[in-house]
């Protein structure tokens, strides 16, 4: 039986695109991208391009968000010796979900700028916070500014649907 490739490249390309601790990259707005891990079944870098493309259960994990599909196609940030150094950007299809402590969105495919701090979900969407569920057609969460946006599609309106369980009773 021969070794999982997979794992074995997905060691090499994580480690060659972690950013070293006390060198984080950061975005043009000053906020810490943050080292970050993408595992799959299968991954391939591409050093010419800076590409990285994981096929098949595809994880990456970042300062505590969690971004889940079948496949990625990873761009790293290159630095000025030209090495890779952080992953500026992450295109997700197939079953994406991001999760974080306090959330978790879901659509058909999606796309993660690291550097700007917004991910954009497509194809009926769902963002769950704390009980309450916000669905439509696309999703933008802006990381930084602490928002997110859901838009309709043709006829599709989208919605808002609160839990009603919170602490205060209405009176």
Request: proline share 3%; net charge negative.
């Amino acid at each position: 039986m021969r070794p999982p490739v997979a794992f074995v490249c997905a060691a090499a390309v994580a480690a060659s695109l972690l950013t070293p601790i006390g060198t984080a990259v950061r975005a043009e707005d000053g906020h810490d991208l943050g080292p970050t891990e993408i595992t799959a079944d299968s991954l391939e870098w591409n050093d010419e391009t800076a590409v990285a493309t994981a096929i098949g259960n595809a994880v990456a994990r970042q300062a505590g968000r969690v971004l889940r599909a079948e496949r990625f196609v990873a761009h790293a940030i290159r630095g000025e010796d030209g090495s890779a150094r952080q992953i500026g950007l992450i295109e997700a299809s197939g079953g994406v979900v991001y999760e974080t402590a306090a959330e978790t969105a879901r659509g058909e495919s999606g796309r993660y700028d690291l550097v700007a701090g917004v991910i954009t979900l497509s194809g009926d969407v769902e963002l769950e916070s704390d009980g309450n569920l916000l669905r439509g057609a696309t999703l933008t969460i802006d990381l930084v500014g602490g928002t997110s946006q859901v838009t309709g599609e043709g006829g599709e309106r989208p919605s808002l649907q609160f839990d009603g369980s919170g602490d205060e009773a209405a009176e």
